[in-house]
């Protein structure tokens, strides 16, 4: 029997959006723990997890399909990687609010169109080889990042609605990954319309500085961990036993020497961001206890 395409579409939809009721709307105790998406929190001096910032961008132009590609295709537990949305409302990976840096056209991102962005070579500032890489749609990554067994740490850039929130949903859902999948923001209205829109969702709040109570910060937006800077650290002493009592995660970004690892896993901290991260998963390799 031969399924009609239009009848095949409708019938995608609704099965999305069956899972999306589901998914969305499980009661409270499904929620997701730390513990859940990283593990058994750290004591310190234990191996922290380890995320390929924008992907791995020591190998591949950031946040590109090579890029991405390579950190889940490697050793590492985590890729985190940024979202925005185009002017017409498309999805896609990249860090900057302009695509001047990484590409070789000028103009923000949410001032492009889908068609306007698909035109740039996001390869060629990083090394020849990369020439005519395109900036990837979130579907783009959601594809492979299915393919894979990792899970992603996915940053809503700025101010996001419900409603927008509500728009990626659906291709999470369709591939399987939701339970793979951890967002994140600096932005606390955004993390604030996550709770509302996708409740099920694991939510993590990037600061700078930590404030004066971060277990209370976490627990009123209902996220998991806070991602911080490792200074922020060294301004409080116990804020890492602090969270990890409550049950709440901490990470640290961008940390790409010897040193400051060293420094992280001494605090207990349970995942670090960096740019180099097959150079970090060797060197947690070779430095954990019993090693």
């Known amino acids: 029997m031969v399924t009609h395409p239009v009848r095949r579409g409708l019938v995608s939809a609704a099965v999305t959006v069956a899972l999306m009721a589901v998914f969305l709307l499980a009661p409270a105790a499904t929620r997701v723990y730390a513990s859940n998406m990283m593990g058994a929190l750290r004591a310190p001096g234990e191996p922290a997890f380890v995320a390929g910032h924008r992907g791995d961008r020591s190998s591949a132009p950031e946040n590109t399909l090579p890029a991405l590609g390579a950190a ?17 409302g498309v999805p896609v990976i990249i860090h900057d609010e302009t695509v001047d840096r990484t590409t070789d056209g000028t103009g923000a991102v949410a001032d492009l169109t889908l068609a306007q962005l698909k035109q740039l070579d996001a390869g060629s500032w990083f090394d020849a080889q990369f020439a005519g890489t395109r900036i990837p749609t979130l579907v783009e990554f959601l594809d492979l990042f299915a393919g894979s067994d990792k899970k992603a740490l996915v940053e809503l850039k700025g101010f996001w609605t419900e409603e927008q929130i509500h728009g990626i949903l659906g291709d999470i859902l369709a591939r399987g990954v939701q339970d793979r999948t951890i967002f994140a923001s600096f932005n606390l209205t955004t993390i604030e319309n996550l709770r509302g829109a996708a409740p099920a969702f694991s939510r993590v709040i990037i600061r700078r500085d930590l404030p004066d109570d971060p277990v209370g910060l976490a627990q009123f937006y209902g996220a998991i961990a806070i991602l911080t800077s490792p200074v922020s650290l060294e301004h409080d002493e116990y804020a890492v036993k602090d969270m990890h009592e409550a049950g709440l995660g901490v990470l ?26 097959s150079r970090l998963d060797g060197w947690i390799a070779a430095t954990a206890p019993g090693t």
């Open 252 to 277: 640290v970004y961008t940390l790409n020497s010897e040193e400051r690892w060293s420094e992280a896993i001494a605090y207990g901290v349970d995942g670090i961001i960096t740019d180099v991260p």
């Open 72 to 88: 889940l295709a490697g050793p590492l537990e985590f890729v985190e990687t940024d979202v925005q949305l185009t002017l017409d």
